[in-house]
């Protein structure tokens, strides 16, 4: 299946500050999701994300938290005043349907480290 | 409260020895179970299991499922360097992923 590409890479922030990390699929993706990982634990869900509006949240997602796809391709994760805890592997997926027999596809992820 | 559990939390083994990495689940709605590789940053996709007593192959790597006892097992045979990762346990609920800790695979030359 195609790459799914997030940028940045690597992204380092003030405390306080306002970031938002990109998630690029291929159009004809359907389902959207954002999970992240704090260095050392688990990967986490944070969000998904289906006909542009959101279908669940996790109580991580709060109302720090905002997802849209702006542009009906980039997917955007924004987090608006950043914590030292946001410190984290942030990742995209996506499915083209609600059910694939090969799972998500995670895009290469985006190391958000908060300052 | 949905919960995944795997077990060992981490291996140490030898290149051509054979591991059996678990994972046990509480979830409601449950979909699938999915185990994926994590090397250096994104999972990648290694299973997707949905039926009872299946076994699903792929060279050197096995898993099964078992759904009345709520668990799965990833076997890895004849090991090798390149095998060392992080191997996830992921059950799907409702189209979201429920991750385990991982199971975190060193595989010595």
């Known amino acids: 299946e195609p790459e799914v590409t997030q940028t940045p890479s690597h992204q380092v922030t003030q405390m306080g500050q306002e970031v938002i990390l990109r998630c690029v699929p291929i159009s004809n993706h359907l389902y959207f999701y954002w999970y992240r990982q704090i260095l050392g634990q688990k990967v986490e869900f944070l969000v998904s994300f289906y006909n542009n509006e959101i279908s669940e949240k996790s109580e991580i997602f709060d109302d720090q938290f905002s997802v849209e796809r702006p542009d009906g391709s980039n997917f955007t994760l924004k987090i608006r005043s950043t914590k030292l805890e946001d410190s984290a592997m942030y990742f995209c997926?996506?499915?083209?349907?609600?059910?694939?027999?090969?799972?998500?596809?995670f895009g290469s992820g985006t190391r958000l480290t908060v300052v | 409260e949905d919960k995944v559990v795997q077990s060992p939390l981490s291996l140490v083994v030898h290149e051509g020895d054979t591991v059996t990495l678990n994972c046990s689940y509480e979830v409601t709605n449950f979909r699938s179970l999915l185990w994926y590789k994590q090397e250096k940053k994104a999972p990648t996709f290694l299973f997707m299991l949905t039926s009872s007593g299946i076994e699903k192959k792929s060279g050197r790597l096995s898993s099964i499922l078992d759904k009345k006892e709520l668990f799965s097992i990833l076997n890895i045979t004849a090991t090798q360097t390149g095998d060392s990762a992080v191997y996830l346990c992921?059950?799907?609920?409702?189209?979201?992923?429920?991750f385990g800790t991982g199971t975190r695979l060193k595989v010595l030359a």
């Open positions: 992921a059950v799907n609920r409702d189209y979201k992923y429920i």
């Open positions: 997926a996506r499915t083209t349907t609600t059910f694939t027999n090969y799972g998500y596809t």
